[in-house]
C-alpha cells in the first residue's frame, strides 16, 4: 500500500481520503476500518478543510514519527520470498540473519555486516532503498546509527 501520511473524513459522505507518498486515494469505510485495525494509531484522523491544514497535518505527523522512538529506526529487508521491517536500536548490533537479500531499506546510516555481532566482512550504507540483481548471500548482523 506505501507510507500512509494520514487519513481524513471527507464532510459530505463516509468515503475516506488517505495520502499515499504523494498520491491521494480514496477508500469506503469498511477498507478504512480494516486498516486502521491492522495499522492502529500510525492514522491520524481530521476533517479536511483544505490545504492549510493538510500541509499542517503533515508537520504534526513528521514531528509525531521523529519523537517516536529517537533510539530505534525501522529496516526493510526483501528477498525473494518475503519481505520485513526489523526494528533496530541505534549505534548497537543488532542480528538479522538474512540469506540472499534483494534489497535493503534504511531510514538511518547502517554498516551490514556477514558475521555474527557485527563481525565479518561489511559495507556501509547511506539512508535510502539498495537493491541488487544478484542477491547477498548473508547478512548476519547490522549496526545503524543515528547520524553520520
Known amino acids: 500500500m506505501g507510507k500512509t501520511a494520514g487519513i481524513f473524513l471527507l464532510k459530505e459522505s463516509l468515503t475516506f481520503c488517505v495520502l499515499l507518498a504523494g498520491t491521494v486515494e480514496y477508500i469506503s469505510y469498511t477498507e478504512y ?54 526494528d533496530v536500536p541505534l549505534n548497537d548490533c543488532h542480528p538479522i540473519e538474512e540469506e540472499d537479500v534483494l534489497t535493503v531499506s534504511l531510514k538511518k546510516p547502517c554498516r551490514l555486516f556477514t558475521g555474527p555481532d557485527c563481525t565479518g566482512h561489511n559495507t556501509f550504507l547511506s539512508p535510502g532503498d539498495h537493491s541488487s540483481k544478484d542477491p547477498i548471500p548473508v547478512i548476519e548482523s547490522i549496526f545503524c546509527q543515528s547520524s553520520f
Do not use: C, W
Open 33 to 86: 476500518h480494516h486498516i486502521t485495525t491492522i495499522i492502529g494509531p500510525l492514522f491520524v484522523i481530521s476533517i479536511m478543510y483544505g490545504l492549510k491544514q493538510l500541509s499542517l497535518l503533515s508537520l504534526m505527523l513528521l514531528s509525531a514519527s521523529a519523537a517516536k522512538n529517537p533510539k530505534r529506526t525501522l529496516v526493510g529487508i526483501e528477498t525473494a520470498d518475503k519481505s520485513r521491517g526489523i
